[in-house]
């Protein structure tokens, strides 16, 4: 939003600060400013001078050397091809250093070898006129050295570009003169308001006794929150006045005519939109604000074409939509040049209206802007009055017909919001000491009614104020810490008692997780949103899971709460095997499962993925798995597929798992959990190329339980032990469960662990698989012939099992 500087000074007396010193207290009190320019600063600069001396340049022939005066005591000689100048002649100068209009600034420079000391102007160069011949020549009676801006009687500006998104809360400054409080209150000075009783009088007095001819009709089922409007006759429209369009174009708005220019100006001026109607146009006089009732095509001011959906609010006549309500006017009821009836109407809406349909319209607008930040519906009749006042001045002749005509919900209806606060809490709350009587008159200053009663003020909300921006007393304790100013309250530490926070079992159990897969397994943490689409669970074949969807879905992606982490981790491990050749991740997150009685129930899972491009690492995740239940003392253990008893985390019909490459775990007697491949199917499908095995724990029936860790302190062995490697051949249509089934039986005391070494893929229907078994007693030398025994009982159970000695 563009703010001139000058305008903001009809209101108030700014002192004399730099420009960029002006930029920066706004910034601090109020709102960002992100540009600071000054417009018309080269007027000041730019001096009448008279010709004395015309002489050609010695090095080209088209060129002139002319010496001029700004004074007796001041001459200058620039290089000029200009074929207009002549000794006498009063010109416009520009010396080195002026930025011109056009965006050229004038810098030392030889021409032809002859330094020229600055430029002789033309009319174009000043953007005075779009082109022009020779330099400007000025009355012979022009005062020497009297510079454009008093010759010109022109204005320079201060132009501060503010961060709209800094004013959203705030629709009071959406216009000049809010803005102008703020100056006020910043630098302290008093607001100039000529919008009193007097005012209003005058301006009533402006109305007619007659019949006015056209009274608004405001439906109740619209969203309309109050409207005005008034009748004139005898306009003349016509090219707005110099300081009209140098005000609209200061603030980026293109003049049109006297009558679109005076409601843009007033739209700028006080923050209110409005619109102007030929009133020839308006069909048997009536004004009608209702609901549209079908799908119809409407004709914007722009001359777009536009479809207006059910429930759209518009301003019709008694045929046909005139204005889409809070947005932009009609075609077929603007103000042309043959114009001399208007209706003038001033209208609030309800915020969320005019954003839905500006949405929905694809229209956004400076009008839909400022509505949709909840406009104060008792300065309507402010801005009509001074839209009358100015129309009067612009059209001498022009006559109010009737009188203002109002309809809507009531405006005496809207109650005023008081807040009670205290000096001290005020000050408590900021951290510093501020005298009484500065914070009442910041208070005061910004608008707001202030009534002390002993140790409590309470403090009257203006209404400008009170439309979803001012609610409570912490707003109110920042008004003040705002214009006292952030930057002059000291810092400090905050002073607090330190205690330290005990984390809850929840919390333990899952930082013992992450702690473990990432300092162990290498494992690096995921994080994905609770809310998942139903393209990805289609994706996964993952069945059964769309009662929890999201009435008010933002998108498609994210449209109901997800069953589960395997989709996503799927999706996961798909982006990253792109860059990787393999890798470990996991997630600690919640899941969200139907439930008849309580509607819905939610769970805290453990999701691990490990992705191999050249092998299946199913063994490694079970691995894993199985050293993770040990470190966390779980009551839990690794076991096959129960024909009774299934998982509860994983559907083992579900076509994504592995047809032999599958575990359950079981986690207080019951299935919590699974270890299981991806299918190639599915890999397929994510474009996954490579191995995947996944790992599901539900965490929810042991993180609320306090878990003991255990800790088995032992001295290192006094006598060796020995580790005994072998080879077994396992067909693809096995499971490797079933390889420790033969080995589980066999009773050796001294075997301390045994585990699979290394998986080699021999082809499509064999493997290799090495097993590693280790042996140790603590009291003894283990025997050679003892060994032996051991190692042809192991070979005997796995060979027993189905899984013979590879030769």
């Known amino acids: 939003m563009l703010v001139s500087l000058d305008w903001i000074k009809d209101f108030v007396k700014i002192p004399e600060l730099s420009p ?24 000041k600069i730019i001096k009448i ?17 002319v010496s001029f005066k700004l004074s007796d005591s001041e001459s200058f000689q620039v290089v000029c091809g200009a074929a207009n100048v002549r000794i006498g002649l009063r010109v416009a100068f520009a010396p080195i250093g002026t930025t011109l209009p056009i965006g050229f600034t004038l810098e030392p420079k030889k021409i032809r070898g002859i330094l020229s000391e600055g430029m002789l102007c033309s009319k174009e160069e000043l953007g005075l006129e779009d082109s022009s011949e020779g330099i400007w020549e000025l009355p012979h009676d022009t005062v020497l050295g009297m510079s454009l801006k008093d010759y010109l009687g022109v204005r320079s500006d201060v132009i501060l570009d503010i961060d709209n998104k800094s004013l959203t809360h705030r629709p009071d400054l959406w216009g000049h003169y809010g803005l102008a409080r703020e100056f006020a209150t910043i630098f302290e000075q008093p607001l100039q308001n000529r919008f009193d009783k007097s005012w209003y009088e005058i301006i009533e007095a402006s109305f007619s006794k007659d019949q006015s001819p056209i009274t608004p009709q405001v439906d109740g089922s619209s969203s309309s929150l109050g409207y005005w409007g008034i009748s004139l006759d005898g306009i003349e429209v016509k090219a707005s006045p110099d300081w009209l369009q140098n005000r609209l174009l200061a603030v980026g708005l293109r003049p049109i005519n006297n009558i679109v220019d005076v409601s843009n100006y007033i739209m700028l001026e006080l923050g209110m939109p409005m619109h102007i109607f030929d009133r020839d146009l308006i069909k048997d006089n009536v004004i009608h604000i209702h609901q549209v009732q079908k799908q119809q095509a409407f004709v914007t001011l722009d001359d777009e074409q536009r479809t207006l959906e059910i429930g759209d609010t518009v301003i019709s006549d008694s045929e046909k939509p005139l204005v889409v309500a809070g947005i932009m006017g009609g075609l077929n009821s603007g103000v042309t040049e043959q114009s001399s009836k208007i209706f003038i109407e001033v209208a609030n809406w309800k915020a969320a209206s005019v954003r839905k349909t500006s949405t929905v319209l694809g229209l956004r607008t400076d009008s839909s802007m400022r509505y949709e930040k909840s406009l104060d519906s008792l300065l309507l009749k402010r801005t009509l009055y001074r839209a009358i006042e100015l129309v009067n001045e612009l059209c001498p002749d022009a006559v109010v017909v009737g009188k203002a005509e109002y309809d809507g919900p009531s405006l005496e209806a809207i109650e005023s919001l008081t807040i009670t606060s205290s000096f001290d809490k005020i000050k408590t709350v900021l951290g ?20 002390i009663k002993e140790s409590t003020i309470e403090v009257l909300v203006p209404s400008y104020r009170a439309t979803k921006d001012v609610e409570f007393e912490a707003d109110l304790i920042e008004e003040i810490g705002r214009i006292v100013g952030y930057d002059n309250i000291p810092i400090s530490s905050p002073r607090l008692d330190i205690a330290p926070v005990k984390l809850s079992p929840a919390q333990s159990l899952q930082k013992r997780i992450k702690e473990f897969l990432v300092a162990r397994k290498s494992c690096y943490e995921v994080i994905s949103y609770p809310l998942i689409g139903s393209t990805l669970l289609e994706k996964a074949q993952w069945k059964g899971y769309d009662k929890l969807k999201l009435v008010n879905a933002l998108t498609k992606d994210a449209e109901m709460m997800r069953p589960s982490l395997v989709p996503q981790m799927l999706n996961m491990v798909a982006t990253n095997q792109k860059n990787f050749d393999q890798f470990r991740i996991f997630e600690l997150g919640r899941v969200y499962l139907p439930n008849e009685k309580e509607f819905s129930v939610e769970q805290t899972h453990l999701a691990i993925a490990y992705f191999s491009k050249s092998e299946t690492p199913f063994m490694s995740l079970q691995d894993s798995c199985f050293e993770l239940i040990q470190r966390l003392n779980l009551p839990a253990d690794i076991c096959d597929k129960h024909p009774k008893f299934k998982s509860t985390v994983v559907a083992e019909e579900w076509r994504g798992i592995h047809p032999y490459e599958y575990q359950n775990i079981r986690l207080m007697g019951r299935m919590e959990g699974a270890i299981f491949s991806i299918h190639p199917l599915l890999l397929k499908q994510f474009k996954i190329k490579g191995n995947v095995s996944i790992a599901i724990l539900n965490l929810g029936n042991v993180e609320d339980k306090k878990i003991k860790l255990k800790a088995d302190y032992k001295p290192l062995p006094k006598f060796p032990g020995s580790v005994f490697d072998w080879t077994v051949v396992k067909k693809n249509n096995q499971e490797f469960g079933d390889i420790f089934k033969g080995t589980n039986k066999v009773k050796i005391k001294e075997l301390v662990s045994l585990k699979i070494a290394d998986v080699f893929i021999y082809d499509d229907e064999t493997s290799y698989i090495t097993l590693s078994a280790s042996f140790l007693d603590a009291e003894k030398t283990l025997k050679g012939d003892f060994l032996a025994e051991a190692q042809d009982k192991l070979v005997a159970a796995t060979t027993k099992a189905g899984f013979p000695l590879k030769s």
């Open 20 to 43: 960029e010193e002006l930029g920066f207290k706004f910034t601090m009190a109020t709102a960002e400013v992100e540009e600071v320019k000054v417009e018309g600063a080269f007027w």
């Open 49 to 65: 001078a008279e010709i004395t001396h015309v002489e050609r340049h010695p090095n080209a022939e088209k060129l002139n050397l």
């Open 432 to 451: 510093i000491t501020i005298d009484n009587n500065k914070i009442e008159q910041i208070l005061i200053s910004l608008g707001f009614g202030v009534t």
